[in-house]
């Protein structure tokens, strides 16, 4: 008989980075390869008028907006799992940080990274006492946890209390992409930066950073991934860098296909992570990757980035001068980038998770 599973998509919008990258990313290839897995997901009103082309199952819809922060919260702890009985799943996966509060059960959840309990201070808007008692109550309900690298994995041990035993690590992937090769570029170079705007992505000290570079020398600088009005643009008018330093907000896949395409490199400055999908994202274009220079960074990149300070603006601003300036040193990091990419695949984060699955059903 095939093992049926429920997947928590209420927090899908197709707006929130990382985790929707890694569902968006793996459930093809799991239907690719599992045929004796049957998946169905429990959504949101949005996925329910808009039905994903990406997931292999039917949608049963909660009735809940994906973008109302409380009313999904409250979905997850108290109403995807009471959804998934009904339906009569043999497993529910959470895949977004969060599930429900209360076994009903067996179930996985993803914890992608422990950043409300770990760094507090750099949840805006008051949410981490929330989400905190949301975590905890997820972590200790759990059947399993699955998280996305070792550093994390330490983390959910420190802070969460459950065993390592308790723990798969799965790295997240990247689809394969056909990169050009990269030649000598003509024009103003530029870097690419993104992600959301929150405090450890570190965009300010970024832009701090590009004001120290000389202006003969300085790149142009083109920074992704916010919603609506750029928090960044005071300070970037403060710098005088709006001739440097273009704010795209929100881009399509396709648009930033092309920015990594053009881009001489990719600036990575963030704080912390629980994996770092964007350096595999730029590696696997053949974009070079400069990063922070933290343990879970070193175990994505390896030797194969240029590690800066991210609390250090004038490393920052010398790495960047460093990769511009020398192609040679681009196309040995976009060589060695591409090489490093192809250890993490979405296949293998899809048959690393229907092992997890198996496991669980075996031991219902």
Same mark, same amino acid.
């Given at each position: ?37 049957? +998946?169905? #997901? ?35 702890? +108290? ?11 043999? &497993? ?15 179930? /996985? ?63 997240? #992937? ?6 050009? /090769? ?23 000290? &970024? ?13 142009? &600088? ?36 092309? &920015?990594?395409? #053009? ?11 629980? +994996? #770092? ?88």
């Amino acid at each position: 008989m095939p093992l049926h599973i429920a997947v928590d998509l209420v927090f899908f919008t197709g707006r929130k980075g990382g985790s929707e990258s890694y569902v968006r990313g793996m459930f093809p290839a799991m239907a690719a390869a599992h045929d004796d897995l049957r +998946f169905v #997901g429990i959504g949101n009103r949005e996925l329910a008028e808009n039905p994903p082309d990406w997931f292999p199952g039917e949608i049963v819809p909660l009735p809940v907006s994906g973008e109302n922060r409380v009313t999904w919260a409250l979905a997850e702890a +108290f109403a995807v799992a009471v959804q998934a009985r009904r339906i009569k799943a043999d &497993l529910l996966h959470c895949p977004s940080n969060f599930g429900p509060s209360v076994k009903l059960l067996p179930t /996985l959840v993803s914890i992608l990274d422990v950043l409300p309990i770990k760094h507090p201070e750099w949840v805006p808007g008051g949410r981490a006492r929330g989400v905190q008692l949301l975590s905890r109550a997820t972590a200790r309900a759990a059947t399993r946890i699955h998280t996305i690298s070792e550093a994390s994995a330490d983390d959910i041990v420190e802070l969460l209390g459950r065993p390592r035993s308790d723990i798969d690590m799965i790295y997240l #992937g990247a689809d394969p992409v056909d990169a050009p /090769l990269r030649g000598e570029r003509t024009g103003r170079p530029y870097v690419l930066a993104g992600g959301n705007r929150m405090p450890h992505k570190n965009h300010a000290r &970024l832009l701090e950073a590009w004001a120290l570079i000389p202006e003969a020398e300085r790149p142009r &600088l083109v920074v992704t991934g916010s919603h609506g009005d750029d928090p960044l643009t005071p300070l970037l008018r403060r710098l005088g860098l709006e001739d440097d330093v273009e704010l795209r907000g929100w881009v399509t896949a396709e648009e930033l296909a092309d &920015l990594y395409e #053009g881009a001489s490199a990719f600036a990575f400055p963030t704080l912390f992570e629980g +994996f #770092g999908l964007p350096v595999v994202e730029a590696m696997v274009r053949g974009c070079p990757v400069i990063g922070s220079d933290l343990p879970v960074l070193r175990e994505v990149g390896g030797d194969d980035m240029v590690y800066i300070d991210p609390y250090d603006t004038r490393s920052i601003a010398d790495a960047v001068r460093r990769v511009v300036s020398d192609q040679a040193l681009r196309e040995s990091l976009s060589a060695a980038g591409l090489k490093r990419a192809s250890l993490f695949t979405w296949q293998r984060t899809a048959d690393a998770h229907a092992e997890v699955y198996r496991a669980m059903a075996r031991n219902r």
